[in-house]
């Protein structure tokens, strides 16, 4: 699987791709087997109506956005890093994607309401992440059977200029990595999509029982407890040889990320929800990720 450019649109081909190994309890949705390939993309297709309508749903309209800072008028130490970038991390839910996957599909479940105010919470800084995290899977419970009829019937919403500014890192060498405290059932299948590697993902991962019940989240993920994204960062960086990196998301954990060794800017968005407190601790804040789109073109 590939994504190639066309003018201004990125375009995807899906192709199979292998997965790592998985035990009993890192079982996926997709079943219990040892090997799996990622078909979850090809359900999610023929679930909302083949390829082109399934492309037009992640290339949807986009919303209208009043950004705060045109590609113009980004601060000199934040261009700077730009130019030289290797590597980009995104966080997903509310900035690579304009939902957040766990009150989805806590709202898939039932329990959106509660679930969405804790959501809140650890976004804001007002507890720690893992204790979010941990309360949060523990009300929820998500088995593997609910977590794979979620991916079947929610498509992902890629948000506006994603897809383009993939393409492009992609066309110039500049890494792209996911940082997430949402889980990799989820995150995986979308950055397959995206001709993502699977090594570039960094995220959580729900556990399951031989039966696929729930049985608790892998507390070995960097992004499992707070400060995890700065760790992750600051991991890829020291074992993949990046010198320049920029942190890109929404919350009070993804502007942890910028600290010494891990990332050298952190870009705040604030397109789907904007939080006064992660705006104050921006290098550079947007509310439209097509101003880094051309940012990155400009540098």
Not at 98 to 124: C, H, K, P, R, W
Not at 163 to 173: D, K, L, N, R, T
Request: overall charge neutral; some cysteine.
């Amino acid at each position: 699987m590939h994504a190639s450019r066309v003018g201004s649109r990125a375009f995807v081909e899906l192709q199979p791709c292998q997965q790592h190994r998985a035990t009993v309890l890192r079982a996926t949705p997709l079943g219990f087997s040892r090997h799996w390939t990622c078909r979850t993309p090809v359900a999610l297709i023929r679930a909302h109506g083949g390829h082109r309508r399934f492309m037009q749903s992640i290339h949807a309209t986009p919303a209208q956005h009043t950004s705060v800072s045109a590609a113009s008028g980004v601060p000199p130490e934040v261009a700077t890093v730009l130019k030289t970038a290797d590597a980009i991390c995104f966080d997903v839910d509310s900035t690579f994607c304009e939902d957040e996957s766990i009150d989805e599909l806590a709202a898939f479940i039932g329990v959106g309401e509660a679930i969405a105010t804790m959501t809140a919470q650890a976004m804001g800084g007002v507890v720690t992440f893992q204790e979010s995290l941990a309360a949060r899977l523990g009300i929820m419970s998500p088995s593997a059977q609910i977590v794979e009829e979620f991916l079947s019937s929610h498509p992902p919403r890629i948000s506006p200029g994603i897809p383009e500014i993939v393409a492009y890192c992609q066309s110039q060498g500049i890494q792209v990595f996911l940082v997430s405290g949402g889980f990799h059932q989820i995150i995986d299948p979308i950055a397959a999509m995206l001709g993502i590697p699977s090594n570039h993902v960094f995220a959580n991962r729900i556990l399951y029982n031989a039966a696929g019940s729930y049985a608790g989240f892998d507390p070995t993920c960097f992004t499992s407890r707070s400060g995890g994204k700065r760790e992750a960062v600051q991991h890829l960086r020291a074992t993949r040889g990046l010198q320049r990196v920029v942190m890109v998301g929404d919350g009070a954990t993804d502007a942890e990320a910028k600290a010494p060794g891990g990332a050298d800017v952190f870009v705040g968005y604030g397109g789907v929800v904007r939080r006064p407190a992660v705006e104050a601790r921006a290098d550079w804040y947007i509310t439209d990720l097509r101003d880094l789109l051309a940012a990155l073109q400009r540098a």
